[in-house]
């Protein structure tokens, strides 16, 4: 079984300010999945060097220099199920996962199986079309809203995807 935990929309600007419960969680998994919204070079390095195998991409409030240096888009295979990840820079709360299957053409990546994604701060599974969507929150807890991140467990094909609060509201 692999284990992989899933963050994103973490906004430090410190490998260091991350909460210490969540770079344990980077450490101890297998895989680590970052949405994007880093907001500093620093903590995707901390990340990178924390991780046994990282899979990272760019967030919209990212700078520049850290969007050239970050895909907007990555795909894994993870014992035969495909999983996309990527962070797009548009929509609210409400946000449809259906509007993100364009970013994951069949033809370029062959057809996946989960996408996680940031931006819109709010944890959540959803399966559209047969594939699941999963948005593991806001990687801080901040007022009412507690620090969030997914969990996906990989064996023999299967996935199996829980939404996990490491740190309770403000």
């Not at 297998?30 to 500093?40: K, L, M, Q, S």
């Not at 995707?44 to 850290?66: E, I, K, M, Q, Y």
């Not at 199986?113 to 990687?139: A, K």
């Amino acid at each position: 079984m692999t284990s992989i935990v899933v963050v994103g929309d973490t906004h430090v600007r410190k490998w260091e300010e991350l909460d210490e419960r969540l770079r344990r969680l980077v450490e101890r998994a297998d895989i680590a999945i970052h949405c994007g919204d880093w907001v500093h070079l620093d903590v995707v390095d901390g990340f990178r060097g924390a991780a046994r195998r990282s899979v990272v991409v760019h967030g919209n409030s990212d700078p520049p220099d850290l969007r050239r240096a970050l895909p907007y888009r990555e795909v894994i295979e993870v014992d035969g199920v495909r999983i996309g990840v990527t962070h797009p820079a548009w929509g609210g709360p409400e946000f449809p996962a259906r509007e993100l299957l364009p970013d994951f053409p069949a033809d370029l990546f062959g057809r996946v199986d989960l996408v996680c994604y940031g931006h819109i701060h709010v944890p959540s599974i959803e399966e559209v079309e047969g594939v699941r969507f999963v948005n593991p929150g806001q990687g801080y807890p901040s007022f009412m809203v507690p620090g969030t991140y997914a969990t996906i467990e990989v064996a023999r094909g299967e996935a199996r995807v829980e939404l996990c609060e490491f740190a309770g509201a403000l």
